[in-house]
Structures are given as structure tokens and as C-alpha cells.
């Protein structure tokens, strides 16, 4: 993901003008969730990843909340390891389900923050490449929104394979390739390695020995479609050109971005090939 100060040709993620914004945290009692969007502000926005409570990220933060939302039932009673956890919004939904939400990150600002702003999350800085735990030692895997920024993919999906217990699964979600840089051979988004899609994502779970049992999409519904009817046709583009220019945004197209939710989003395996984030559930079978 990008912020507008990236000088770009096209499609972005991160369109609020924040390099330098920051996002933090309230104290909160450990047994209950904080609400993200009142944060206070103390942790960089790096353009790398999306956060709660800017009006202009809106759109992105909600599209990425639908699948942690949709995908939240697998976790109920699991030892749950997040691999990438970001500013750790996730991680803390994670934790309303879970019997233990581990939390991994590179960044150690962002490990700093999780572990100030969500105390359910048990934060370890790490590199994905070669993952902090033990051979078989949690239930689940959580990867959203982060293999598309990994050098070595399959390394990646190796390691957790072998993180993972038998019957374990691996939870990702990534930008669709076919809809999110359309006719390149490269990524639009300056912080992605290689983006995927979906039989480019089965292939790579396959080879690491996982079963994919599901492979679906987050599309736009019903409200999200008529919003890209009213700007132009698409609404991710209305959003691009303003922030790419630099300029105010128009009341209304603040008013639309500000007020989506992720019920304004579907996940379905139908028309995967048109999907904006592909959603895949593998599992690590047991040896026979």
C-alpha cells in the first residue's frame, strides 16, 4: 500500500495524504476491545499498511475488515498465530474468537504499538520468512493483505505449513492481480513483490503442501456498486485521482468514502477472476 506523497501512474491502496499521520491507542481493560477508530494518534503511517481512523482510508480499512469479519468463525477456540499483523486491529477481532491470538510483525514500531494498544494479543517481532515458533504449535495461520509484499512467497507459505498442527488452516487474503493491476507484468503498488492470481495463489499453496478448500472474493455490493455508477464508474478511481492530485476532496465523495462499512462488501466464489481481494482457506491435511 501507498499514500498519496508516492508519486504513481495508477491504482493505489493507501490514499490519505499521511505519510507523516500517525495512529495510536487508548488504555483500555484487557478483557475488552478497543475501538480502533478513537485511537490516539502515535503509530507512522508507513503507506504499507492500512489503519483505522482516517476518513480517507475508509474504503481501503473497511474492504480489509469484511474478510477478518467473514473469517472470524475459524477461529473460534484456536490457537491462532497472525503473521503480519499490522497495526493489530486484526489480531484484536482475532481475539474476541480465539483461545490465544499470537501476533508477528517486522516492524518493530508496530510490534511496540500492538503490544501497548491490544494487551489480548501476545506481540513477537519476527521475519515470516522464517517464523519464531515450534514445529506444529498453533491451529491457525492469519495472513491478510501481506504475501503480495513478500520476497520469497513459497519460503513464506513453507514455513507456515510447518507452524501449523495437523487439520490446521492457513487463512489468506491478497489483491486479486487481474483487477488490481491490470495488464502488467509488475505491481502499480511500489510495496508489493508479486501479486497474485487465484490459480497463482492455489499453485503456490499446493507446492507447500496445503489442500486449498476454499477460494472466494471480496466484490462490491449493492451500495458500493451504486456509488461507482455515481462517480464516473468507479468508485476506487474517484478516490485515486483526487488524492494522486493532491487537492481537497469534494464534500460528497468524503461524505461516500467516511460512511462505508464492510457490510458494503461480499465475499463469494463466483466470478473469482473479477473479485478485488482473492480470500483462500488451505489446509494441512494429516499424513495418512
Known amino acids: 500500500?501507498?499514500?498519496?506523497?508516492?508519486?504513481?501512474?495508477?491504482?493505489?491502496t493507501n490514499l490519505a495524504e499521511v505519510s507523516e499521520s500517525t495512529v495510536g491507542c487508548t488504555t483500555e481493560r484487557a478483557d475488552a476491545a478497543p475501538d480502533p477508530a478513537s485511537q490516539a494518534s502515535t503509530l507512522p503511517l508507513?503507506?504499507?499498511?492500512?489503519?483505522?481512523?482516517?476518513?480517507?482510508?475508509?474504503?481501503?480499512?473497511?474492504?480489509?475488515?469484511?474478510?477478518?469479519?467473514?473469517?472470524?468463525?475459524?477461529?473460534s477456540g484456536r490457537d491462532v498465530l497472525e503473521a503480519g499483523s499490522g497495526e493489530g486491529y486484526g489480531a484484536n477481532m482475532i481475539a474476541d474468537m480465539a483461545t490465544k491470538v499470537t501476533g508477528l510483525d517486522y516492524d518493530i514500531s508496530a510490534v511496540e504499538h500492538v503490544r501497548a494498544c491490544y494487551p489480548r494479543v501476545e506481540m513477537v517481532h519476527g521475519n515470516l520468512a522464517e517464523l519464531p515458533l515450534a514445529n506444529e504449535s498453533v491451529d491457525t495461520v492469519v495472513n491478510f493483505q501481506v504475501i503480495e509484499h513478500l520476497w520469497d512467497q513459497a519460503q513464506f507459505l513453507r514455513e507456515c505449513h510447518r507452524v501449523l498442527r495437523p487439520g490446521g488452516e492457513l487463512l489468506v487474503s491478497t489483491p486479486n492481480r487481474i483487477t488490481?493491476?491490470?495488464?502488467?507484468?509488475?505491481?502499480l503498488n511500489p510495496f508489493h513483490t508479486r501479486e497474485l492470481n487465484a490459480a497463482e495463489l492455489t499453485e503456490l499453496l499446493v507446492e507447500a503442501g496445503f489442500r486449498v478448500a476454499l477460494m472466494t472474493g471480496v466484490h462490491h455490493g449493492p451500495r458500493l456498486r451504486e456509488l461507482d455508477v455515481e462517480h464516473g464508474g468507479s468508485f476506487i478511481d474517484a478516490q485515486i485521482e483526487r488524492a494522486l492530485a493532491g487537492e481537497p476532496w469534494p464534500e460528497q465523495l468524503c461524505r461516500d468514502v467516511e460512511g462505508i462499512t464492510a457490510d458494503d462488501f461480499v465475499l463469494r466464489e463466483a466470478d473469482i477472476d473479477d473479485s478485488l481481494d482473492l480470500v483462500a482457506v488451505a489446509i494441512k491435511d494429516p499424513v495418512a
Open 1 to 12: 500500500m501507498w499514500t498519496t506523497r508516492t508519486t504513481l501512474g495508477g491504482s493505489a
Open 180 to 187: 488490481f493491476s491490470p495488464g502488467r507484468d509488475t505491481p
Open 46 to 75: 508507513t503507506g504499507e499498511r492500512t489503519v483505522p481512523g482516517i476518513p480517507e482510508e475508509n474504503y481501503w480499512f473497511r474492504r480489509h475488515e469484511v474478510v477478518y469479519r467473514d473469517l472470524l468463525p475459524r477461529c
